[in-house]
């Protein structure tokens, strides 16, 4: 369940936005993505990780569920 970057609150879909059932902020998808990744890299870097370790963790992260995904599709 997705949670509003502003309040914290319930966000349902409601085509072709997303809406916060708290404070009725509504975003597309691609936005909450965007401000979510946003949120990570500067909660990271506020634990002392580099720009290098976040960017190689986050390839990994790509890499092993590209894996995954190419391994399910085998079967």
Not at 50 to 55: A, G, L, N, P, Q
């Amino acid at each position: 369940m997705a949670r509003c970057p502003d309040c914290g609150g319930e966000v349902k879909y409601k085509a072709p936005f997303m809406v916060c059932l708290d404070c009725g902020l509504s975003f597309k998808r691609g936005e909450l993505d965007n401000v979510k990744t946003t949120v990570r890299n500067e909660q990271k870097k506020i634990v002392g990780e580099s720009t290098e370790e976040i960017e190689r963790k986050d390839r990994e992260r790509k890499r092993a569920y590209h894996d995954w995904y190419m391994k399910k599709e085998d079967k």
